[in-house]
């Protein structure tokens, strides 16, 4: 018997007990933006230079809502912006909606972007 043969043998048996197990219900967190203390003020030196872009963000929201940790996947090319949404974000002053796991409510994180334009 081949090793690949006998991996995906395995594999497969594997499978079988899992058939007969639901998957959990995930409601992921949700954080808006427009809330209060949510939105950070555009950085003053990013204005001047005429900086915009998109920062992709993995937010980790606790039980209470709290944000507890915040990396930045992808850059929006200005470290100002990326810094100034990040550090938005961790002063404790946004809230969001904490996600839940088979309706109970759990630490997760999420994905988001936010957007930096120029009106």
Avoid: H
Avoid at 59 to 88: C, H, M, T, W, Y
Avoid at 101 to 114: A, S
């Amino acid at each position: 018997m081949s090793f690949v043969f006998s991996v995906l043998l395995a594999f497969s048996l594997s499978l079988v007990g899992c058939a007969t197990q639901r998957m959990p219900v995930v409601k992921l967190p949700y954080i808006d933006f427009s809330k209060a203390g949510c939105k950070p003020e555009y950085p003053r030196a990013a204005l001047r230079d005429e900086q915009q872009g998109t920062v992709n963000l993995v937010v980790q929201v606790d039980v209470d809502g709290s944000i507890s940790g915040v990396d930045i996947e992808k850059s929006s090319s200005f470290p100002l912006l990326d810094n100034a949404i990040r550090d938005r974000l961790l002063a404790g002053e946004c809230k969001g909606e904490p996600g839940t796991v088979d309706g109970r409510v759990q630490i997760l994180k999420r994905k988001v972007q936010y957007v930096w334009k120029l009106d």
